[in-house]
């Protein structure tokens, strides 16, 4: 039995359902812990939460009901304690999920493991005694964790103190937010706009019919918000998206949310969306020229861009990859095996980052405010970006029977390296090939569909994916 995927527990509601609320909370409450719980504004939020809430006290957990927040404001207030948030991020609105957080930080694979144990032979965890159930109450977490935001962007950015004392770092920046009806619409204007800037909120209500978009931000969904932009550049902005405010001129930047918050996508004030590694790499070069550290690490996906490589190394920095959906594994790894003078500054997938200096969780508030500061910094979107080398980037699917990836993975471990015999070869998260003109590819299974996926990033990355397909159709012919 195995509920959870790279992102805790997700699913349609057919399969998310308050029974298995209920018995996954017991399956991780027990007597003398406290948890909080959250939810986003999906309209199936409010059941699964009080099926939780009941499982972790009949379990004998006392529990503080945060109400809608943020994934990230939920991750905050588990800081020394525990955390059960009910959302399903990106996914359509009939979706939901059930992520668990301990002391500021998802639960790892081990923690995962030990819920799917305890409920493998079908019945419901033992209850505490009669005696021992907790209790339950109310907080108020938001205001604390925007402080915290706040506080964190003004203290990297020279701008400590007093927030009411100076202007803030954001001052002078005019930025329009995308929230998509989802849960940054309670965190990220009102972070923005405490730092300085002019901000304009679009689809700044919950809705759990996420009714102005899709939840998950990309250029397609993203398409009208990018006119938006490119129009209020020109000061036309006769046809604005639904629940914008008027203004004359343009915006500096643009960002947009998925429906917990937790990712982030940037927009240039022409309304283009930036490539999502390029962020990572310019707030990854970030950290990691602003760290005293003998050894300052960034630790990132296979999928991420050798352009992250080479913007951390430039700042004095070295990069490590951990698999998808595991940063956090990837930190703990990382802070274990490092020397003494070696800082794990920054840790990211795209779309995602965390942190570390702020956080161990994924924070996409934290980052709108972090990309803002640095853009302000520089004084617009394209000085940002001019360091960062974005070569052609592609995505392939090539079938693959999912009784058959397994045994493909292994011959590829061999055929992939023995076709390019030129390249740096890692094993550790499928098959990443990396060359010395930073081009690379990577070849993993999908671990939700019957596919093996080929990431490439190349000058010639048509040649590249198309030599690597010839290899990993051999390979998947031979053993299928």
């Known amino acids: 039995m195995t509920l959870f995927g790279t992102a805790g527990i997700r699913g349609p509601v057919e399969e998310i359902t308050p029974s298995l609320a209920l018995s996954v909370a017991q ?10 719980v959250g939810r986003d504004g999906r309209e199936t939020g409010p059941a699964l939460a009080a099926a939780v809430e009941a ?36 996914n359509p609105p009939a ?6 957080f301990a002391d500021g930080v998802e639960y790892d694979s081990d923690a995962e493991r030990a819920i799917d144990d305890r ?18 109450a109310e907080l108020e977490i938001l205001d604390r964790y925007r402080d915290a935001v706040i506080e964190f962007v003004r203290d990297r950015f020279g701008d400590a103190g007093d ?33 300085g800037a002019d901000v304009v909120a679009v689809n700044a209500t919950v809705d759990g019919h996420f009714v102005a978009r899709e939840s998950k931000p990309t250029p397609e969904t993203l398409s009208e918000f990018s006119e938006f932009l490119a129009e209020s550049g020109t000061s036309r902005a006769a046809e604005r998206p639904r629940g914008t405010t008027a ?13 917990d918050a937790d990712r982030l996508v940037v927009l240039g004030p022409e309304g283009d969306v930036i490539h999502e590694d390029t962020v990572l790499a310019v707030v990854a070069a970030h950290y990691a020229e602003a760290s005293d550290a003998d050894d300052p690490v960034v630790v990132t996906t296979p999928n991420a861009s050798a352009r992250i490589d080479e913007q951390v190394r430039e700042a004095g920095g070295r990069v490590e990859r951990v698999r998808l959906g595991a940063l956090h594994e990837g930190i703990a790894r990382e802070r274990k095996h490092g020397g003494s003078g070696t800082e794990i500054v920054f840790a990211a997938e795209p779309w995602k980052h965390i942190h570390t200096a702020f956080g161990g969780w994924i924070d996409g508030v934290a980052s709108a405010a972090v990309v803002a500061a640095l853009v302000a910094e520089a004084g617009d979107t394209a000085t940002v970006r001019e360091p960062v080398t974005e070569r052609p980037y592609r995505k392939v699917s090539v079938d693959c029977p999912d009784d058959a990836k397994a045994d493909a993975m292994v011959a590829l471990e061999s055929a992939l390296p023995r076709a390019f015999p030129e390249a740096a070869v890692d094993t550790d998260y499928g098959v990443r090939l990396e060359f010395d003109d930073a081009s690379w590819v990577l070849v993993r299974p999908s671990g939700t569909e019957p596919y093996v996926r080929i990431y490439a990033e190349s000058d010639a990355v048509d040649d590249l994916i198309a030599d690597a397909r010839e290899v990993v159709e051999d390979a998947i012919a031979e053993t299928a």
Not at 27 to 36: H, I, N, Q, W, Y
Not at 95 to 100: A, P, R, S, T
């Open 27 to 36: 399956a991780a409450g027990e007597p003398g812990t406290t948890f909080v």
């Open 55 to 90: 499982g972790l006290e009949s379990a004998g957990a006392d529990v503080y009901r945060l109400g809608q927040v943020p994934t990230p404001t939920l991750a905050f207030a588990s800081r020394g304690r525990r955390g059960v948030m009910l959302t399903a991020s990106h």
């Open 95 to 100: 979706d939901n999920g059930i992520k668990l």
């Open 119 to 136: 409920l493998a032979d079908g019945s419901s965890p033992a209850l505490a005694d009669w005696d021992e159930w907790g209790r339950s």
């Open 163 to 195: 927030a009411t004392a100076s202007p803030g770092p954001l001052a002078d920046l005019s930025i329009a937010v995308d929230c998509g009806n989802g849960m940054a619409s309670l965190a990220t204007p009102q972070v923005l706009e405490r730092l």
């Open 247 to 259: 203004r004359d001129g343009g915006f500096d930047l643009g960002l947009a949310h998925d429906g």
